[in-house]
């Protein structure tokens, strides 16, 4: 009874990838995306422009499913062209270029829509203090991820050639990043790991980053990242996403741990072939 279970779940699993992948093809031959605005996309985002070709081509068509899946919205009349959305796509699939065992059904899994602003917008939230007394905090994001919710981005921010307050920020990335914290659930700075990596190596390198980090502020030293990493797990995380796409090399000397761990969740070494 056993085997014969395993058997028709071995069934089901094969019919399903194999509607899955009929069904990618099908969109990647009916809504590909021009080759024009592909090239002035891939020339203007950095972060983009030392991956080989290889790299190019998958990386072409995560976008072309990920621009089908998902649904942009514009705020205070921002107009959502092809540009914004292949511009996002494509870094947003950076991260998930080599992570199909993670996102087996579908690209960023789970929810659907994108709002953009033109420059930053202000979000107000609710929170509790130790002592039990509700306060309500206002600020100025320049992107914003829940679980299911939308993905929220300050296309001032976000778009290619932006100023960057400090080295190595991208705010895609940043959110995008979160999107991937979520994916079991809740946002911890600990996503769901591949098969093969180790839990505890992957808490012990980025608790001990985190403790130097939050360390050389509490004493007022410089520091080597954006120290809004260090405000909890979560977002630590997600800038140090930011930095091992954008400046990996300095990643790699002070926190050779962290990058190591990257390094094996994302699939990719971004110090080797930004040295190309």
């Not at 089901?12 to 996309?41: C, H």
């Not at 092809?82 to 270029?97: E, M, P, T, Y």
């Not at 679980?147 to 307050?165: C, I, K, M, T, Y």
Request: proline share 5%; net charge negative.
């Amino acid at each position: 009874m056993i085997q014969k279970k395993g058997w028709l779940v071995s069934i089901v699993l094969t019919f399903r990838r194999k509607i899955q992948a009929w069904r990618r093809s099908r969109i990647l031959k009916r809504f590909p995306i021009d080759d024009d605005l592909w090239r002035e996309v891939t020339d203007q985002v950095d972060v983009l422009t030392e991956l080989n070709q290889d790299e190019l081509v998958r990386l072409r068509d995560l976008a072309v499913l990920f621009v089908h899946g998902k649904r942009f919205f514009g705020t205070y009349e921002m107009v959502i062209d092809d540009f914004v959305r292949v511009a996002i796509a494509a870094q947003a699939c950076l991260l998930i270029l080599n992570l199909d065992s993670l996102l087996e059904t579908d690209v960023y899994p789970g929810w659907q829509s994108i709002v953009l602003y033109p420059g930053a917008f202000v979000v107000r939230h609710d929170y509790r203090d130790e002592v039990g007394v509700m306060h309500q905090q206002v600020r100025a994001l320049e992107g914003e991820a829940s679980n299911h919710g939308p993905l929220v981005l300050s296309w001032e921010d976000a778009r290619p050639g932006a100023p960057q307050f400090r080295e190595g920020r991208n705010v895609v990335l940043h959110e995008f990043a979160h999107k991937l914290d979520f994916l079991d659930g809740s946002s911890n700075g600990h996503p769901p790991l591949h098969h093969g990596m180790s839990s505890n190596a992957w808490s012990e390198a980025f608790s001990a980053a985190f403790e130097d980090l939050n360390n050389l502020i509490e004493h007022h030293h410089h520091t080597p990242f954006d120290p809004y990493a260090a405000t909890n797990p979560a977002e630590f995380f997600a800038v140090m996403t930011e930095v091992f796409f954008q400046i990996p090399h300095r990643l790699k000397r002070v926190y050779s741990e962290v990058y190591e761990q990257l390094a094996l969740y994302y699939r990719q070494d971004p110090a080797t072939r930004r040295s190309r």
